[in-house]
């Protein structure tokens, strides 16, 4: 029997990280709970086992149920029927399943049915889900939302909804772009208005491109100040499907993630709730809710490049050519080790991302219960600071090795691997997707840049370097050495003040510094667990040729080439 959780060692580990101590006790609250819930952990022990159990449970359905359906899923794909979005029938026995676990709404407080699980266990059943089937993985990842409505809706509007997750199962859906806004959200379209009759929000217009549309719960973004036309103009809003006032109007046919359904949404009159303040829709409500979406994005691209390996694997020992089996050609080898490598790098950015933002949301749930002291509101802070500018690099860092380990996968594969007789040709195609939506790469870049100008990135390396134990002194200085390049080339071109030559190299200086980051985690894994040892001695070798290519490339860059790049619209 296939179980996911047990077949990855890799998640136990980040479980006993050191810091998951400073999470769970802040998000337990002294583990005062236990006295109210039966199922509230005791103590940190208790919460670790109480995750390892639950992981287990989505490892098993996972193997077991949500992987075996994957195949006939992306056949079926969803149909709309009467105005409803219907889903493929394993997409339903895939959620079901999930449901009947009691998995819906799990990092909920206890007191609105979910387990008040931090993000760390979250996002593992998050990778797992999308190592079984990357489209599913987007239906069960909407609950997101809940999140969304739990931070920053009423009081009313938590003891309405965020009961139903756990409850009745429902499904979620973030409903933002439009024809004309797509990554430029400030410029939605769709309408808002006030009845002061009835007293509730009306809402009318277009929604394009909506993953899970015609879910129960809806969070929309829509335009409820008249004479605007930029992001101050913008509330957020919650729509139930029970007042079916939402026309499915089409589902798009699509290159991957076919189980699931993206839609065309028509609103009619659609009663609904303004969920905070107006006008902080998308500067506020909207960003919140993309960061845990792009963070759901860098799980789902790891679960995906997991996938790829363990196919390009299990293929490579089984192959046969010029009379041995093809894993043994070096060529092969080479290609297979660098995607363990990758994904044993990628794992240790998305947990301490994962970490990060953990710590930052249970200090501000702390917050509205007692006053912090003075270092806990500094710590407050620098979690915030470095969840901004991880979130962004895990999502464009990992979105774009799981396109290229999909590649290398069918690569191996060969010409078997362009027929759909076996899963890597789903899983390339399913892949694409994750370097585009959430925000795609560039737009990760832009956003992740920040830590580079700020210096955000090079103090934390510089912390990761003083964790360094002296029997790893040579691959430290390997990642001195790529520290002290990044840094001399990053201010180099920062100091030039010109801002249309920075956003030029934005993207390599952005994974220039993710490189560091990540081969120092993967040493400072290896101080806990010698079993990585051989993917940090690789991985900076690997992290060493590629940024040495980048730095060359920006030291050689003559600032008038910008002008050779650029496309005259005569020319096009």
């Known amino acids: 029997m296939d179980n996911f959780f047990k077949d990855t060692p890799n998640f136990k580990f980040y479980l006993q990280h050191p810091i998951v101590q400073k999470v769970v006790k802040l998000k337990e609250r002294g583990f005062v709970e236990s006295e109210e819930y039966d199922y509230a952990p005791l103590n940190h022990e208790d919460a670790i086992d109480s995750y390892e159990k639950i992981l287990d449970i989505v490892g098993e359905i996972c193997g077991e149920t949500i992987a075996e359906n994957a195949e006939s899923v992306d056949i079926e794909g969803p149909h709309i029927e009467n105005n409803e979005v219907v889903y493929a029938k394993g997409t339903t026995a895939d959620y079901n399943a999930l449901y009947d676990a009691g998995l819906i709404g799990m990092s909920l407080p206890r007191k609105y049915g979910g387990l008040n699980f931090p993000l760390l266990p979250y996002v593992m059943a998050a990778e797992m889900v999308a190592r079984a089937d990357a489209g599913f993985a987007n239906i069960w990842g909407l609950q997101d939302c809940a999140e969304t409505i739990y931070e920053f809706g009423s009081e009313e509007q938590k003891d309405k909804y965020l009961p139903r997750f756990n409850k009745d199962g429902v499904t979620a859906a973030m409903v933002l772009t439009e024809p004309d806004a797509g990554s430029d959200l400030q410029s939605v379209k769709l309408k808002a208005t006030y009845d002061e009759d009835k007293k509730i929000w009306i809402l009318n217009g277009v929604k394009r491109f909506i993953t899970n549309g015609d879910a129960d719960i809806s969070l929309v973004l829509a335009r409820s100040e008249e004479n605007t036309t930029d992001a101050r103009g913008l509330s957020m809003?919650?729509?139930?499907?029970?007042?079916?006032?939402?026309?499915?109007?089409?589902?798009e046919k699509k290159l991957g993630i076919?189980?699931?359904?993206?839609c065309e949404l028509v609103f009619k009159n659609a009663p609904a709730e303004l969920v905070g303040?107006?006008?902080?829709?998308?500067?506020k409500y909207v960003m919140a809710l993309m960061n845990s979406a792009r963070l759901g994005v860098g799980a789902q691209s790891v679960g995906i490049a997991d996938a790829a390996y363990r196919e390009a694997l299990k293929y490579a020992k089984e192959r046969a050519q010029f009379g041995?089996?093809?894993?043994?050609?070096?060529?092969v080898y080479e290609m297979i080790t660098n995607m363990k490598v990758r994904i044993d790098a990628l794992r240790s950015l998305l947990y301490e991302t994962t970490s990060f933002v953990d710590l930052s949301k249970a200090y501000e749930e702390a917050m509205k219960e007692r006053k912090l002291e003075k270092e806990e509101r500094l710590e407050m802070k620098a979690y915030a600071k470095l969840s901004n500018v991880f979130t962004p690099l895990i999502k464009l860092t990992a979105s774009e090795a799981c396109n290229t380990i999909a590649y290398d996968s069918l690569q191996i594969h060969g010409g078997t691997g362009f027929m759909k007789d076996f899963p890597i040709e789903r899983i390339y195609r399913d892949a694409r997707i994750t370097s585009?939506?959430?925000g795609t790469t560039q737009l990760q870049a832009v956003a992740a840049i920040k830590g580079v100008t700020t210096g955000v990135f090079l103090e934390q390396i510089k912390k990761y370097e003083n964790?360094?134990?002296?029997?790893?002194?040579?691959?430290?200085e390997k990642l001195q050495e790529m520290t002290a390049d990044y840094d001399f080339i990053s201010q180099k071109i920062i100091d030039t003040g010109n801002t249309e030559l920075l956003d030029f190299h934005t993207r390599r200086l952005v994974e220039m510094a993710g490189n560091i980051i990540m081969g120092y985690l993967l040493v400072l894994n290896s101080q806990r667990d010698e079993s990585f040892t051989k993917s940090a001695k690789l991985y900076a070798n690997l992290a060493k040729s590629e940024n040495r290519e980048k730095f060359d490339y920006i030291t050689n860059f003559d600032?008038?080439?910008l002008n050779l790049y650029k496309i005259e619209i005569a020319e096009v």
């Not at 076919?258 to 993206?262: A, L, R």
């Open 237 to 251: 809003f919650i729509y139930d499907r029970n007042n079916h006032a939402v026309e499915v109007r089409h589902l």
């Open 258 to 262: 076919k189980g699931s359904p993206t």
């Open 277 to 283: 303040k107006e006008r902080f829709g998308l500067i």
């Open 324 to 331: 041995k089996v093809i894993v043994n050609f070096p060529a």
């Open 436 to 438: 585009i939506y959430e």
């Open 467 to 476: 964790e360094v134990s002296e029997e790893n002194i040579v691959l430290k």
């Open 559 to 561: 600032v008038e080439d």
